[in-house]
């Protein structure tokens, strides 16, 4: 980044409650926009939008939302906070978050159960935390309808890849994701299957809704990073 100061900071703010309405800027989203390409060029982003200070705009990515200061070049990183205690940053996160999960391909995911509670599961097959996640959720059948999108991480995981591709191939794929899930197909030479169209489209789900690391869950559109049981519950109750 050849311009602008990077701070890490939590900004908080004292906005009138409700303060998602947009403030008056010195420029209008454009030309905030090319001054941003600019300025961080190294940055990728999917829009800008104005926030609720004047002179400030929110940098909304598939990774991440920033706030920038064209008028010095200054980039921030944290969450923006009303004095009622109203954390802004997380309602835009959770909104662009919603209509991500709306243009899931769930008819691709491996569909579990047919309960009340949505959940969906972006997996590993050998990942450990992945696995104790889904025996969870298998014990709570009754109450959940999944939808599990692998996510082989090869660098960790060097046979999740094969296994994932079994999966998706297998006349019972939640027959077959489950015995994978057990182990049962740990010290097996799993089939070589060269047909991935079925993998590359869950592995799209992944990468579209910013997966870093598995297990990721989202439960009636709360995200959950990792096999956080308590979380689960309390979310599931």
């Known amino acids: 980044m050849k311009t602008g100061l990077i701070l890490f900071l939590t900004l ?7 303060g998602m309405a947009s ?10 926009a090319n001054r941003f390409k ?13 926030s609720p200070v004047a002179g400030v705009y929110t940098v909304i990515s598939d990774e991440n939302i920033v706030y920038y200061a064209p008028e010095g070049g200054y980039l921030f990183f944290g969450e923006m906070w009303t004095k009622d205690g109203s954390n802004l940053t ?3 996160k959770d909104q662009v978050n919603e209509k991500k999960l709306a243009k899931l391909p769930l008819d691709k995911a ?13 997996t590993d097959p050998d990942c450990p935390f992945c696995r104790k996640a889904s025996l ?5 059948e009754a109450e959940i309808t999944r939808y599990v999108f692998l996510f082989p991480i090869k660098a960790l995981h060097p046979n ?3 296994k994932s591709k079994m999966i998706l191939a297998s006349t019972d794929k939640v027959k077959t994701f489950r015995a994978v899930m057990a182990g049962e197909y740990d010290n097996v030479q799993v089939p070589d299957i060269t047909d991935n169209d079925a993998l590359s489209v869950h592995q799209e789900v992944g990468e579209m ?6 297990p990721t869950i989202w439960i009636d559109g709360t995200k959950v990073s990792g096999a956080n049981i308590p979380v689960f519950e309390k979310l599931l109750e």
């Open 209 to 214: 809704m910013g997966v870093t690391g598995t």
């Open 12 to 18: 908080i703010l004292t906005l009138p409650a409700g």
């Open 110 to 122: 491996i569909k579990i159960g047919n309960g009340p509670k949505k959940v969906i599961e972006v």
């Open 136 to 140: 969870f959720f298998d014990n709570r």
């Open 90 to 92: 997380q309602a835009l």
């Open 38 to 50: 600019r300025d961080f060029p190294q940055f990728h982003f999917n829009s800008i939008i104005e």
């Open 23 to 32: 403030a008056a800027s010195s420029m209008d989203r454009e030309n905030a």
């Open 160 to 162: 999740a890849e094969a």
